[in-house]
């Protein structure tokens, strides 16, 4: 499993969120601290959907022409 993020260097960290969870957002010293530091936000995120009696999904509906 990949999980994508979004990244970018301000001085001298590495700033960047995971796409999933843009309003999470956290920094490294260089990009591979800048990893796990979302890998960890991600596993949070894991374990928070594990305690939420409701997890939101996203629908489509097809409006007919």
């Keep these: 499993m990949d999980l994508e993020y979004t990244y970018w260097q301000d001085g001298a ?14 920094q490294g010293v260089s990009l591979a601290e800048l990893e796990e530091a979302l890998i960890e936000i991600y596993e949070t995120k894991q ?3 594990k305690h939420l009696a409701t997890i939101r999904k996203i629908g489509r509906i097809k409006l007919p022409a």
């Design 47 to 49: 374990e928070e959907k």
């Design 13 to 26: 960290f590495f700033v960047g969120f995971l796409n999933d969870f843009p309003d999470d957002s956290t």
